[in-house]
């Protein structure tokens, strides 16, 4: 009557990998997770950058300014800038070249390598400078004993958040890249088995 069935075998065929609806998903899953990358990697890098702070110390008679605390006093910091903004490009650049492709249906193999080579790189410098600037920020809450480093964060409160919300979110980018960089291999999988 106004039964329809659909066959088994049409059924594997929707679902299977490779498919047209499977590489539209992975598509927009990597423009999403692209744009993310930007938004988290531009939100670490004005958060590093506005992180400066001046103190002033009162003494009886005079007062006195100490040193103000910024991201360029550490060499870390300014890797942990610069790095980011790479990737703040580079999340850029590969958005469009992601959106463009899948536009056109034509996603190469050549494409997805360079995606996927590209992405991995992203994630060891991203992840690299999320470790120096984690080993600055531990330093300035902590110190070192050993060496007689004092801790300076209770004294640069302001800053040390600072530093510490650009370095969470910077590991949240990490994750993001990680992510994107799983998905960019098995989408090459795809596409070449």
Request: aromatic share 8%; hydrophobic share 50%.
């Amino acid at each position: 009557m106004g039964y329809e069935t659909k066959s088994t075998l049409d059924t594997e065929r929707s679902t299977a990998p490779g498919t047209g609806t499977t590489t539209k998903s992975c598509s927009m899953t990597q423009v999403v997770l692209r744009f993310v990358l930007f938004a988290a990697t531009l939100t670490s890098i004005v958060v590093m950058v506005t992180s400066k702070q001046t103190k002033n110390i009162f003494l009886p008679g005079t007062p006195i300014r100490i040193p103000a605390a910024e991201f360029t006093n550490s060499p870390a910091l300014i890797y942990f800038v610069v790095a980011l903004s790479v990737a703040c490009f580079y999340s850029i650049v590969s958005t469009f070249v992601t959106v463009s492709a899948f536009k056109k249906h034509s996603c190469s193999a050549v494409l997805l390598l360079n995606l996927a080579i590209m992405d991995a790189v992203m994630v060891g410098i991203v992840a690299s400078a999320t470790g120096a600037g984690g080993g600055v920020a531990y330093l300035g809450l902590k110190g070192n004993k050993e060496v007689r480093w004092g801790k300076i964060c209770h004294i640069y409160d302001k800053f040390c958040r600072h530093v510490g919300g650009a370095i969470a979110v910077s590991l949240f980018a990490s994750v993001v890249l990680l992510l994107l960089s799983i998905i960019s291999v098995l989408s090459l999988y795809k596409k070449i088995r």
